[in-house]
Nanobody, 115 residues
């Protein structure tokens, strides 16, 4: 089992920055992938960024603005979000996949970007 605790959401003006954190506590299998997804009202949940084995992957809409990083010793992932836009407004969810491809989700943290 993996439990995820997210923090760092909030309200920011367009052009501002926020940093999200996701701390994973686990028992059992090792974590393979840590990532962030987001869901805006009336929209489907979409991938924002993932990090695994030193490799990162980003949605085209956030490339160059967001940076995902991991502290492997602490089982923690971060999402640095710069140059935020109103269209980045969503609930952001941390996601973890273990080596057996079991998926776990955080409770979500609201990010609101005002214009």
């Amino acid at each position: 089992q993996v439990q995820l605790v997210e923090s760092g959401g909030g309200l920011v003006h367009a052009g501002g920055s926020l940093r999200l954190s996701c701390a994973a506590s686990r028992s059992g299998f090792s974590i393979n992938v840590m990532g962030w997804y987001r869901q805006a009202p009336g929209e489907e949940r979409e991938l924002v960024a993932t990090a695994s084995g030193g490799r990162t992957n980003y949605a085209d809409s956030v490339k160059g603005r967001f940076t995902i990083s991991r502290d492997y010793a602490k089982n923690t992932a971060y999402l640095q979000m710069n140059s935020l836009k109103p269209e980045d407004t969503a609930v952001y969810y941390c996601n973890v996949e273990d080596v057996l491809r079991h998926n776990y989700w955080g409770q979500g943290t609201q990010v609101t970007v005002s214009s």
